[in-house]
């Protein structure tokens, strides 16, 4: 029987993605696929404390 | 719960997803922009500070009936929106000082402002499945001239804060309807890194760069803080989360779930217990963020803060979890 069940082509596989599903380990499964698509309306950064930014010297 | 460097990929992730969409958007609206929200502050300089209320589009907008409270309680202040809650606020009777957007998306944003070419969007079931604007579930078609006709009568009232980052399309039905416009960049990423697109856009239009908090809502609430320099801003409908006994398969990113544990896609979601309200709260990834960010930047706000979306999970140091109809009594 198993001469019959010979593969005719290595699969490829994303051991780490496949290992992170079995273990319902959600940090690596979130991290490897989801973050495009949970990702918020438009991007957000901080810096300075600072609500506004003009150019170089004029913050807010 | 979800850690920091989840939260540092999302941002990341959120960047990727918007920047070059963004920027785009920023050239195509040059031949629009003429004031920005710095010319709005000199035009408000000469008046008195007052309150802001910020209307968001979380399911307690509706549940707790927000928009009724306002209106019968009144209230002497800046009434300033997320363009998800535009409809809902036209429809209660509620005109808006300002409303806010932000989201590049370059079909799905104008059905806020009513969209005058829906029979040419291409098929999505969004509007069909949001919590926002409920009343847009069905007769999409009915509800969309309804819209289109509201915003086209009430306009000439309202104030845009329009993001460059937007579609032209929406720049384009905003003048039509007689709104004036006021333009802002969303500070997109460190603006002293080299390749930085927050610099790139700011060199580009000479607009200044407003923080975001990666949504509208939280945009319309920095606005409110560092535009209007309200000493008092309240949010309502800001819940950053679904309210108890939501199913799994009505979140928002369930679809998005279901791809990564098709065994149990409430994996991806997280109960936060609200100890002013005494419930437990459902939550997702991108929610969550929402929220932590809000949380941090409530921390450099010069004003104070009043959560009165009387739901969901956006509570902390720095925030005043209050009923609605008291903060609206205590600041007459």
Known sequence: MSKFLKGNYTVTENGSERQALQDNNFTKVFESKALEKLGGSIAFVVKKDQFVWEGEDNVQ | MFSEEQFKLLSEATLKKTAALGLKHAQENLPYLEKTIKDLQRELQSESKKPALVVSAGPSLHKRKSIETIKNRGFEGYIVCADGAFGHCLRSGLIPDFVLTVDPDPHRIIRWFGDPRLAERPEDDYFRRQDLDPALNKDEFDRNEELLKLVNRFGPQVKVIISTSVSPEIARRCRETGMQLYWWNPLY?????????????????????????????????????????????????????????????????????????????TKGLVKIYNPHLEETWITDPGYYWYAQIFLQLVKMAPGRTYNCTEGGILFGEGIDFRKLSDVLASLR
Not at chain 2, 204 to 227: D, K, R, Y
Request: charged share 20%; with cysteine.
């Open chain 2, 189 to 265: 990423d460190d603006y002293e890194k080299q390749d930085s697109v927050s610099r790139e856009v700011f060199k580009l239009n000479n607009v200044p760069c407003m923080v975001t908090g990666g949504n509208v809502g939280t945009s319309a609430w920095v606005f409110a803080q560092s535009i209007l320099q309200s000493p008092d801003v309240i949010v309502v409908g800001m819940d950053c989360s679904y309210p108890p006994g939501t199913k799994a398969e009505n979140t928002q990113y369930y679809e998005h779930l279901k791809a990564i544990f098709p065994d149990d896609p």
